[in-house]
Protein backbone atom coordinates (compact mmCIF):
# COMPACT_ATOMS: atom_id res chain seq x y z
CA UNK A 1 0.00 0.00 0.00
CA UNK A 2 1.39 3.18 -0.46
CA UNK A 3 0.87 6.41 1.86
CA UNK A 4 0.80 10.34 1.88
CA UNK A 5 1.84 11.76 4.83
CA UNK A 6 1.58 15.50 5.28
CA UNK A 7 3.22 18.14 7.56
CA UNK A 8 3.73 21.69 8.10
CA UNK A 9 0.56 23.38 8.67
CA UNK A 10 -0.68 25.80 10.70
CA UNK A 11 -1.99 29.17 11.94
CA UNK A 12 0.24 32.04 10.46
CA UNK A 13 -0.66 35.73 10.34
CA UNK A 14 -0.77 38.02 6.73
CA UNK A 15 2.66 38.27 5.12
CA UNK A 16 4.19 35.22 7.00
CA UNK A 17 5.11 32.36 5.73
CA UNK A 18 4.78 28.57 5.70
CA UNK A 19 6.10 25.45 4.46
CA UNK A 20 4.04 22.34 3.93
CA UNK A 21 5.72 18.41 3.54
CA UNK A 22 4.64 15.39 2.02
CA UNK A 23 6.48 12.07 1.92
CA UNK A 24 5.16 8.90 0.25
CA UNK A 25 5.61 6.00 1.95
CA UNK A 26 5.10 2.20 0.69
CA UNK A 27 5.90 0.19 -2.72
CA UNK A 28 6.82 2.87 -4.64
CA UNK A 29 8.23 2.25 -8.04
CA UNK A 30 8.09 5.76 -9.24
CA UNK A 31 6.69 8.73 -9.01
CA UNK A 32 5.81 10.92 -12.42
CA UNK A 33 4.13 14.17 -10.39
CA UNK A 34 3.22 15.55 -7.04
CA UNK A 35 1.44 18.45 -6.51
CA UNK A 36 -0.78 20.40 -3.76
CA UNK A 37 -4.20 21.30 -3.46
CA UNK A 38 -6.60 23.03 -1.62
CA UNK A 39 -10.67 23.51 -0.81
CA UNK A 40 -11.64 26.01 1.17
CA UNK A 41 -15.19 25.87 2.66
CA UNK A 42 -17.87 26.18 0.40
CA UNK A 43 -15.35 25.85 -1.82
CA UNK A 44 -14.29 23.57 -4.08
CA UNK A 45 -11.09 21.45 -4.31
CA UNK A 46 -8.88 23.72 -6.25
CA UNK A 47 -4.76 22.60 -7.54
CA UNK A 48 -2.60 25.03 -6.13
CA UNK A 49 0.82 23.61 -8.12
CA UNK A 50 2.38 20.89 -9.57
CA UNK A 51 5.95 19.51 -9.89
CA UNK A 52 6.25 16.33 -12.83
CA UNK A 53 9.32 14.45 -13.51
CA UNK A 54 12.00 16.45 -15.29
CA UNK A 55 11.01 19.58 -12.54
CA UNK A 56 8.65 20.87 -14.46
CA UNK A 57 6.21 22.87 -12.81
CA UNK A 58 2.63 24.48 -12.52
CA UNK A 59 1.00 26.80 -10.56
CA UNK A 60 -2.61 28.59 -9.64
CA UNK A 61 -2.43 32.36 -10.67
CA UNK A 62 -3.55 33.04 -7.42
CA UNK A 63 -0.30 31.75 -6.14
CA UNK A 64 2.51 32.46 -9.09
CA UNK A 65 4.97 34.66 -7.45
CA UNK A 66 4.36 33.54 -3.62
CA UNK A 67 4.38 30.10 -3.33
CA UNK A 68 6.67 27.22 -4.62
CA UNK A 69 6.96 23.69 -5.42
CA UNK A 70 9.75 21.45 -4.64
CA UNK A 71 10.40 17.98 -4.74
CA UNK A 72 13.04 15.29 -3.00
CA UNK A 73 13.22 12.60 -5.32
CA UNK A 74 15.54 10.33 -2.96
CA UNK A 75 12.84 11.21 -0.57
CA UNK A 76 9.46 10.90 -2.07
CA UNK A 77 8.78 14.02 -0.60
CA UNK A 78 7.05 17.19 -1.92
CA UNK A 79 7.48 20.80 -0.35
CA UNK A 80 5.13 23.53 -1.07
CA UNK A 81 6.70 26.98 0.30
CA UNK A 82 4.34 29.48 1.07
CA UNK A 83 5.03 33.07 1.20
CA UNK A 84 2.87 36.54 1.36
CA UNK A 85 0.26 34.60 2.86
CA UNK A 86 -3.00 35.92 2.77
CA UNK A 87 -6.36 35.06 4.60
CA UNK A 88 -8.02 33.83 0.84
CA UNK A 89 -5.10 31.34 1.44
CA UNK A 90 -6.86 29.77 4.00
CA UNK A 91 -7.81 25.95 3.45
CA UNK A 92 -7.53 22.51 4.26
CA UNK A 93 -3.80 21.82 1.92
CA UNK A 94 -4.13 17.89 0.29
CA UNK A 95 -1.17 16.06 -1.47
CA UNK A 96 -1.89 14.16 -4.11
CA UNK A 97 0.35 12.20 -6.36
CA UNK A 98 0.66 10.06 -9.25
CA UNK A 99 2.44 7.18 -8.59
CA UNK A 100 3.67 3.97 -10.27
CA UNK A 101 4.01 0.79 -7.61
CA UNK A 102 6.51 -1.85 -7.38
CA UNK A 103 5.37 -4.92 -9.89
CA UNK A 104 2.88 -2.33 -11.86
CA UNK A 105 5.05 -0.40 -13.21
CA UNK A 106 2.87 0.52 -16.01
CA UNK A 107 -0.06 1.37 -14.12
CA UNK A 108 -0.51 4.77 -12.96
CA UNK A 109 -2.67 5.22 -9.61
CA UNK A 110 -3.94 8.50 -8.07
CA UNK A 111 -2.96 8.82 -3.97
CA UNK A 112 -4.80 11.91 -1.70
CA UNK A 113 -2.81 12.66 1.71
CA UNK A 114 -5.28 13.42 4.29
CA UNK A 115 -5.10 17.05 4.72
CA UNK A 116 -3.33 19.72 6.50
CA UNK A 117 -5.38 22.91 7.87
CA UNK A 118 -3.94 26.33 6.65
CA UNK A 119 -4.89 29.50 8.55
CA UNK A 120 -4.28 32.98 7.44
CA UNK A 121 -5.71 35.71 10.39
CA UNK A 122 -4.39 38.06 12.13
Known amino acids: QVQLVESGGGLVQPGGSLRLSCAASGSIFSIPAMGWYRQAPGKQRELVALIRSGSRTNYADSVTGRFTISRDATKNTVYLQMNSLKPEDTAVYYC????????????????WGQGTQVTVSS
Open 96 to 111: NADIKRNGESFAVRNF
